[in-house]
């Protein structure tokens, strides 16, 4: 898996570098194959936005959120994120099941 932390209009800190990389690598075991996150940390006055695109398997899942917590906005965006994915799994299983001949026509 490969992370790309970018901080725009803050310093930098370990703490947050790895709440990132904890929270990128708990949606990580969802996802197979190669795994690319792109993470954008930024600070606008008194709002603390973070995004996320994360690229797997041909698949983009975006979110963006903005608190007056950074810390409050990563974890709402990785709830976000974590929703898109499962609800993706959820349409691919849902897909694979169903044939073309089960359907039976009245």
């Known amino acids: 898996m490969q992370i790309s932390i970018t901080f725009r209009h803050m310093d ?3 703490a947050m570098k790895e709440l990132v990389k904890e ?3 708990k949606v990580n075991k969802y996802l197979h194959g190669p ?3 792109n993470v954008v940390l930024s600070v606008e006055r008194y709002i603390h936005a973070c995004d996320v695109t994360i690229s797997a398997n041909g698949n983009t ?3 963006r959120e903005e608190t007056d ?3 409050t906005s990563i974890d709402k965006v990785m709830d976000k994120i974590e929703r898109q994915i499962s609800k993706s799994k959820g349409r691919m299983r849902a897909g694979r099941t169903a044939s073309p001949g089960d359907h039976e026509v009245p």
């Open 69 to 71: 917590d950074m810390y």
């Open 23 to 25: 929270k990128v690598n």
């Open 12 to 14: 930098p800190t370990d």
């Open 35 to 37: 795994v690319e996150a």
């Open 61 to 63: 899942y975006n979110g």
